[in-house]
Antibody, heavy 120, light 107 residues
Framework: QVQLQESGPGLVKPSQTLSLTCTVS??????????WTWIRQHAGKGLEWIGY???????YYNPSLKSRVTISVDTSKNLFSLRLTSVTAADTAVYYC????????????WGQGTSVTVSS | DMQMTQSPSSLSASVGDRITITCRAS??????LTWYQQKPGKSPKLLIY???SLQSGVPSRFGGSGSGTDFTLTISSLQPEDFATYFC?????????FGGGTKVEIK
């Protein structure tokens, strides 16, 4: 079964760029049929959908973050990535990557999550 | 954005109890409703999709119902491993949005 693993720095300075990678194992992104998704969760809060990418590169972003977010995919390395620019303390959260299936975008596999703190 | 409102925000229950969690959408979402379970320090786990379809491997004591704007998640007989936070999520349109969560605690 597909497994996902987030990686990236746990500490980012304000105004800098947050960059995370999600490595996929047990399946190939290039096989198609799924959306590769980023979600975040502020401490003690609910879940916020950031956006997703299809293996061919089509992206959909949350309008609340759209001006700062880029999600990209590297099928040769079987991974996808998140870039969030001009971060502030409000971007401090646990970031999850997930695999979404079907038209209903059901997130049926999640990474373990990675905690990112924005602080100087 | 589609607003998803869960109630209650928390509840206390005993092992063996039947519990129901409600999720209401700000407008009709047909059956584009998914339920997740999250335990402390862990990532969410898919339980129910398309409002009432049980994900493979999820115990049959979990059930979902509803369509349009009103949905419920029912656990027919609460087990110790079910104490967790439950989230609903709509995928009728983007941005995908989640409910605020319902924390199920041991009474």
């Amino acid at each position: 079964q597909v497994q996902l693993q987030e990686s990236g720095p746990g500490l980012v300075k304000p105004s800098q760029t947050l960059s995370l990678t999600c490595t996929v194992s047990g399946g190939y992104i290039s096989n198609g049929g799924y959306y590769w998704t980023w979600i975040r969760q502020h401490a003690g809060k609910g879940l916020e959908w950031i956006g997703y990418i299809y293996y061919r590169g089509t992206t959909y972003y949350n309008p609340s973050l759209k001006s700062r977010v880029t999600i990209s995919v590297d099928t040769s390395k079987n991974l996808f990535s998140l870039r969030l620019t001009s971060v502030t303390a409000a971007d401090t959260a646990v970031y999850y990557c997930a695999k979404s299936r079907g038209q209903a975008n059901v997130m049926d596999a999640w990474g373990q999550g990675t905690s990112v703190t924005v602080s100087s | 954005d589609m607003q998803m409102t869960q109630s209650p925000s928390s509840l206390s229950a005993s092992v063996g109890d039947r519990i129901t969690i409600t999720c209401r959408a700000s407008q009709s979402i047909s059956n584009y409703l998914t339920w997740y379970q999250q335990k402390p320090g862990k990532s969410p786990k898919l339980l129910i999709y398309a409002a009432s379809s049980l994900q493979s491997g999820v115990p049959s004591r979990f059930g979902g119902s509803g369509s349009g704007t009103d949905f419920t998640l029912t656990i027919s007989s609460l087990q110790p491993e079910d104490f967790a936070t439950y989230f609903c999520q709509q995928s009728y349109n983007t941005p995908l949005t989640f409910g605020g969560g319902t924390k199920v605690e041991i009474k």
